[in-house]
Nanobody, 117 residues
Framework: VQLVESGGGLVQAGGSLRLSCAAS????????IGWVRQTPGGEREAVSC????????YYADSVKGRFTISRDNAKNTAYLEMNSLKPEDTAVYYC???????????WGQGTQVAVSS
């Protein structure tokens, strides 16, 4: 099983980034996919999640209206479009997969996002 994140980087406040999560080794379409971030201070936050066939999404209040999660089951890939980035969005972003957003079984290695003021 592998989840490989990409798309992180350094961006100025107000800018945008698109994270990708490429999955392999399991039936991607049958798993909820989420993004969880860990700040430099060590705080962990569940940023967003998308369900399986129903496509139901969840967003943390801190990112609502700025971030959009999506998935392409044909490509076994999930995305996190991040707009209007703020310095407080600086974190390592992890992709995760599981039966629900409260129960992730698989994790990626993370991708660093840094937002400068």
């Amino acid at each position: 099983v592998q989840l490989v994140e990409s798309g992180g980087g350094l961006v100025q406040a107000g800018g945008s980034l698109r994270l990708s999560c490429a999955a392999s080794g399991f039936t991607f379409a049958e798993y909820a996919i989420g993004w969880v971030r860990q700040t430099p201070g060590g705080e962990r936050e569940a940023v967003s999640c998308i369900g399986t066939s129903d496509g139901i999404t969840y967003y943390a209040d801190s990112v609502k209206g700025r971030f959009t999660i999506s998935r392409d089951n044909a490509k076994n890939t999930a995305y996190l479009e991040m707009n209007s980035l703020k310095p407080e969005d600086t974190a390592v972003y992890y992709c995760a997969a599981g039966p629900s957003r409260d129960n992730y079984e698989y994790w990626g290695q993370g991708t660093q996002v840094a937002v400068s003021s």
